[in-house]
């Protein structure tokens, strides 16, 4: 596609007709600095801000011009790609990651994978590439990795059996009704006093949603309630504004802050801060007593109920963590006809969190395993949680080189995607054309892929071919029809959704985030008190409790939040099972009775294998069904109790 049209698409809201001319000189500014159109849109926005332009014409051209070109002097160094979407060679027969006998899938009908190793260069390819140096690409950690296919961590309270997959479709993937997909937006444009409503509606929504469950009423109101006795002689607490002393005991509702702004929150710098509406922004001091039990961090929203009487510092005797978000109901008639669909079989779902690539290697060796493995036992749902191309890595931030028919060719983060990710599972669709797993793909804020603003939009293809570099093509839609080109509109299998997002799978409710959230907020929390080993257990159950996929703030340095979209990384229920990857240890945990936290941690780890999750969600019993279609009732999930976690070694 060409891409005059998408730039005068990108440019319609602040120019809705551009002149011919200008608009060939924005084309060439695209092709020269390798910029999609709207990421040059954002160059003008930022431009526009700065220089206070508001149109766009042959007058401000050049300034813009010699903005983007001031912006963009490091990219003089020219991109070399193949922009043909070919097939990678089976002529090497080497095995990414040997193992015995008795642990080795068969490879037999993935050609492609077996050639997925480096292979010695020729002389004449070291000819024709002298400049490229050319790391080992052969990773002998992962190669001589111990404990393959051992659980680590299991859930499973009811003694489930093993669920096997059938491969064919038996399910329907969906946004849950309340959730919407995340659109891209320009990134740090917007000003400071829409930061502060955002921040400010939503310390309002969770202030109404912790009085409600807590059943907390102002003094007005509990004076009304009691005609014969004042809210003083009241034996209980009354809800009461941030920083208003008092000689009774109070219920404040804030956000925790630290006040020391660096280093992270302890008992000494923790401070309470108030709604605007109704504590004009307030701020009082906490005076934690010794035998507290609590688990605070910045950006939490809690109620504390204690003493206030000088109305500047706030000694609790008792912390309300949140409020956990309503809990899903399903008409009992609508899961009958999910448990026909199923035949009564318990559903397979596997996720896996990147990197899927060892740190010294480009070959992504473990994902090759971990599609062989998919291929065999064939689960309903693969959930893959990026970063798919990690921009941490040294070869990738460096400029990815790979080698194809025997040459080191430089190429763009798209197509490593499209060759290593996109091309594998192709494959396994076009060998195995039975197979209806479907697939769901999760971006991170650490892919060099997609945008990194959290929240994120889903994965795209965007086609952009300059003449000499391809980009934003990641076979996204060759994937989608790879083994059934002749079938006439056949049901979507690669499902690309927002980080985060709140899915539904038939009747159950799965949220999931790829961004380590656990590990933020476990680097910036102050606890006492806490059972034993309830350090994690409790950071998952925050999540719940604040209604939010990542409810710290200040956030943590790489997060990017767009606080313009808070919103948008809410929780609309309770999800009944609730995926959030992390570098701390893989766990499985029931919290708020009624969901079931994975961390199935990353697939690699290194320069050596990682973990990952296959979890088997077992039906209602049919009795209980036909009991609630007779009486015309909804019914709870209650996921935890048919549910079955295994959290395996790749």
């Not at 160094?77 to 068969?106: C, F, M, N, Q, Y």
């Not at 299991?154 to 096997?164: I, T």
């Not at 790879?482 to 927002?498: D, F, L, T, W, Y």
């Amino acid at each position: 596609m060409s891409l005059k049209p998408q730039i005068s698409a990108a440019f319609r809201s602040s120019a809705p007709s551009l002149p011919p001319p200008l608009l060939t000189k924005l084309t060439h500014l695209c092709s020269t600095h390798g910029l999609t159109p709207s990421e040059l849109y954002v160059e003008w926005e930022a431009h526009s801000l700065t220089r206070q332009v508001d149109t766009l014409d042959d007058l401000t051209f050049p300034a813009f011009e010699a903005s983007v070109k001031t912006q963009h002097k490091k990219a003089g160094t020219v991109v070399i790609t193949t922009t043909a979407l070919g097939k990678r060679s089976s002529s090497a027969g080497v095995t990414p990651s040997p193992a015995p006998k008795k642990h080795e899938p068969d490879r037999s009908g993935l050609s492609a994978i077996d050639s997925l190793d480096s292979v010695a260069r020729s002389p004449a390819s070291k000819a024709a590439s002298p400049a490229v140096t050319v790391t080992p690409q052969k990773s002998a950690g992962y190669a001589e990795r111990t404990g393959r296919g051992d659980v680590v961590a299991c859930y499973n309270p009811r003694g489930l059996d093993e669920a096997r997959g059938e491969g064919r479709r038996r399910c329907q993937i969906s946004m849950h009704g309340r959730a919407k997909h995340q659109t891209l937006q320009g990134h740090m444009f917007a000003p400071l006093n829409s930061r502060a409503t955002s921040l400010e509606e939503r310390l309002l929504r969770m202030n109404d949603a912790i009085c409600q469950e807590y059943e907390l009423k102002s003094e007005e109101e509990e004076m009304l309630e009691c005609e014969f006795q004042s809210a003083e002689q009241s034996t209980r607490s009354y809800w009461t504004p941030v920083g208003v002393p008092g000689q009774s005991s109070v219920v404040c509702v804030g956000r925790v802050c630290n006040e020391a702004h660096e280093g992270r929150l302890n008992s000494t710098s923790l401070l309470l801060e108030g709604s605007r509406r109704h504590s004009n922004g307030a701020r009082i001091s906490v005076d934690l007593p010794k035998d507290l039990s609590y688990s605070l961090f910045p950006g939490q929203i809690v109620a504390m109920e204690g003493m206030n009487a000088s109305g500047r510092c706030i000694r609790p005797i008792k912390v309300m963590e949140g409020a956990a978000p309503p809990k899903e109901t399903v008409a009992a008639h609508e899961v009958m006809q999910y448990y026909q669909q199923t035949n009564g079989q318990p559903l397979k779902i596997v996720t896996m969190c990147g990197p899927y690539t060892t740190s010294d290697s480009l070959e992504y060796s473990p994902l090759v395993d971990a599609v062989l493995q998919i291929s065999e036992e064939k689960p309903d749902v693969v959930i893959l949680c990026g970063p798919f191309v990690d921009c941490r890595q040294p070869l990738v931030r460096d400029g990815p080189v790979i080698e194809e028919d025997g040459v080191m060719k430089i190429v763009t983060f798209e197509y490593l995607f499209r060759v290593r990710i996109s091309e594998l599972l192709m494959e396994m669709y076009e060998n195995y054309p039975d197979l209806e797993t479907q697939i769901v793909l999760v971006p991170s804020v650490e892919d060099a892929v997609c945008d990194s603003v959290y929240p994120q939009p889903p994965l795209v293809d965007v086609e952009i071919n300059t003449g000499m570099v391809e980009f934003g093509n990641l076979g996204l839609r060759e994937l989608e029809y790879a083994g059934r080109e002749e079938a006439k509109n056949p049901p979507k299998r690669v499902h690309c959704v927002s980080n985060p997002c709140t899915l539904k799978i038939n009747e159950i409710v799965i949220g999931v985030t790829s961004t380590d959230i656990l590990f933020h907020i476990n680097c910036d929390s102050a606890n006492a008190n806490l059972p034993p080993t309830g350090r994690l257990t409790r950071i998952a159950q925050h999540l719940i409790q604040q209604r939010s996929y990542y409810p710290l703030f200040p956030a943590a340095k790489g997060a990017c939040l767009d606080l313009t979209s808070a919103e948008k990384w809410e929780m609309p229920v309770q999800p009944d099972i609730l995926i959030v990857p992390s570098k701390l240890n893989p766990f499985v945990k029931e919290v708020m009775e009624g969901t079931v936290v994975v961390n199935p941690g990353a697939l690699t780890k290194n320069s050596t294998g990682g973990t990952y999750a296959v979890m088997d969600v077992h039906p209602i019993k049919k009795e209980r069904l036909e009991e609630g279609m007779a009486e015309g009732v909804e019914l709870e999930n209650q996921v935890q109790e048919r549910l079955r976690v295994d959290i395996k070694r790749i």
